[in-house]
């Protein structure tokens, strides 16, 4: 018998939302999965799969999950958990949807899953590090599905934002995700290699960036889930710096005065202080998780 017969025969007693979400909790352990992106376990993983396969979302009252299942919701639901288990595709590439900042975005393989903290730091109006008001123009550099950028866009509603990114396939999904919110008006999107495209009078009080900063020998032992993302999202050369070190390079020059820069580097933090000690960064901290965002004034830069 397949493995995919023994676990549809397993799952024969299961009869709820509850006992799908539970099962495939158990499943996903059992094989051993790795999460980290949009979740860090197993049960919210099997969760987000189940609500989308019975074309349910977070908004519905708990008491749901004792629903009864037909046997077409039971098909869906191991579908979903067979692919998710056989190919190690991360559950938002299968549902084609993710959420940052309490928004929802399309996502595609072209593009990396969201799971910045930034996501917070937007929510919180950058507060203290700059005055709201100030805020009339936002970059958004090495942008993927657009979420950091379109996030701001809601939190910002009078700020001009720049979607930026190398990839015109990334750039794509961004677009349309620009048209889910309704930001055409204010949120521009430039195919360009960092600031490579940009005018070089263009000045932005807020530069935010979630850029490549996986090195080379770590992407290569990276767990089977992230390797369906776009490794131009991810690697950046032998030390994953290649693209940091430019960013510092040139951001200065396209900061307005009193503007300021936050990037994230995730784990490479204490390397990029060891390449880069001229520079007085400011780690960032997190009330809901997450590390290695710095943040750095237009005087800083210069």
Same mark, same amino acid.
């Given at each position: 018998m397949k493995e995919q017969e023994k676990r549809a025969h397993r799952a024969?007693? #299961?009869?709820?939302?509850?006992?799908?979400?539970?099962?495939?909790?158990? &499943?996903?352990?059992? %094989? /051993? #999965?790795?999460? /980290?992106?949009?979740?860090?376990?197993?049960?919210?993983?099997?969760?987000?799969?189940?609500? %989308?396969?019975?074309? +349910?979302? *977070?908004?519905?009252?708990?008491?749901? +999950?004792?629903?009864?299942?037909?046997?077409? &919701?039971?098909h869906a639901i191991l579908s979903l958990f067979e692919e998710r288990i056989d190919s190690r595709i991360p559950a938002p590439y299968l549902t084609g949807k993710a959420w940052f900042a309490g928004l929802e975005f399309e996502v595609t393989r072209d593009v990396l899953v969201p799971r910045s903290p930034i996501a917070e730091l937007i929510l919180n109006h950058f507060d203290p590090w700059i005055d709201y008001d100030q805020v009339g123009s936002i970059l958004d550099l090495c942008t993927g599905s657009g979420c950091i950028g379109i996030a701001a866009a809601t939190q910002f509603p009078d700020a001009r934002v720049d979607l930026v990114d190398i990839s015109p396939e990334a750039l794509q999904v961004a677009r349309r995700n620009v048209q889910k919110h309704h930001c055409e008006e204010r949120v521009?999107?430039?195919? !360009? $290699?960092?600031?490579?495209?940009? @005018?070089? $009078?263009?000045?932005? $009080? #807020?530069? #935010? !960036?979630? @850029?490549? *900063?996986?090195? =080379?020998?770590?992407?290569?032992?990276?767990?089977? &889930? *992230?390797?369906? &993302?776009? =490794?131009i999202g991810l690697e950046a050369g032998e030390d994953g710096m290649d693209i940091v070190a430019r960013i510092l390079a040139q951001a200065g020059s396209y900061l307005a005065p009193g503007g300021i820069m936050i990037v994230e580097v995730g784990a490479s933090a204490d390397l990029l202080l060891e390449r880069f000690p001229e520079y007085s960064f400011v780690w960032l901290d997190f009330e809901h998780g997450g590390d290695g965002v710095f943040l750095l004034t237009r005087e800083q830069l210069a």
């Open positions: 024969d007693d #299961l009869v709820t939302l509850r006992d799908m979400v539970r099962w495939g909790a158990s &499943e996903f352990g059992r %094989h /051993g #999965l790795v999460f /980290g992106h949009g979740t860090d376990n197993a049960l919210d993983e099997a969760l987000q799969l189940v609500l %989308h396969a019975a074309h +349910l979302d *977070y908004s519905m009252p708990g008491e749901y +999950l004792d629903c009864r299942i037909t046997q077409s &919701e039971k521009s999107i430039i195919n !360009s $290699d960092l600031f490579d495209q940009l @005018p070089g $009078d263009c000045r932005y $009080d #807020l530069i #935010l !960036s979630n @850029p490549p *900063y996986v090195s =080379r020998g770590e992407y290569n032992s990276l767990p089977k &889930e *992230y390797r369906h &993302e776009p =490794r």
